[in-house]
């Protein structure tokens, strides 16, 4: 996968998830607790991804996406 393409999908995927989160009709804490655990989910996603990265190029990209 080519570093912008890793980029846009990750960043991609983090920002539809927040906005359906936001989007819900649940209250303001249960959308703070659900945004939260997401954030936790995607950190963790990154790890994997940085676990698996055997390129430069895919190393570069994981450090923007957390950037």
């Not at 983090?14 to 939260?36: C, H, S």
């Not at 430069?56 to 994981?62: K, Q, R």
């Amino acid at each position: 996968m080519q570093q912008s393409s890793l980029v846009k999908e990750c960043e991609n995927y983090r920002t539809n998830v927040m906005l359906a989160i936001d989007n819900l009709e649940i209250t303001e804490y249960q959308k703070q607790m659900f945004l939260i655990n997401h954030q936790a989910f995607y950190l963790q996603l990154l790890q994997e991804l940085s676990r698996n990265s055997d390129t430069p190029e895919n190393i570069t990209a994981l450090a923007e996406i957390v950037n």
